[in-house]
Nanobody
Framework: VQLQASGGGLVQGGGSLRLSCTIR????????WAWYRQAPGKQRELVAQ???????TYAEAVKGRFTVSRDNAATIFSLQMNSLNSEDTGVYYC??????????WGQGTQVTVSS
């Protein structure tokens, strides 16, 4: 399974960005699709995830602002980020976990929110 993230960039506070992650390989074994981020000097943290049944979960800090989604074929999953603020700055990573709890990571994509 290979993941490739795209869509990061520089945005002003209050703006929006959409991240996408393309999955190649044995997609049928994936049960959870997730986005993590790592701010400078901080540990990587879970931002949002969506399960096979479509149920999303969000970190408290992003609830009401971010939306995670995936297409029916599970080839692409996305993170729509609205009302961005400086605390959202960091490197965002897409992740997929298969039914055997093995995780796969995409390369990070930088999100920078200017105040």
């Amino acid at each position: 399974v290979q993941l490739q993230a795209s869509g990061g960039g520089l945005v002003q506070g209050g703006g929006s960005l959409r991240l996408s992650c393309t999955i190649r390989g044995s997609r049928n074994s994936i049960d959870v699709w997730a986005w993590y981020r790592q701010a400078p000097g901080k540990q990587r943290e879970l931002v949002a995830q969506i399960s096979r049944d479509g149920s999303p979960t969000y970190a408290e800090a992003v609830k009401g602002r971010f939306t995670v989604s995936r297409d029916n074929a599970a080839t692409i999953f996305s993170l729509q980020m609205n009302s961005l603020n400086s605390e959202d700055t960091g490197v965002y990573y897409c992740n997929a976990q298969d039914r055997w709890f093995k995780g796969y990571w995409g390369q990070g994509t930088q999100v920078t929110v200017s105040s």
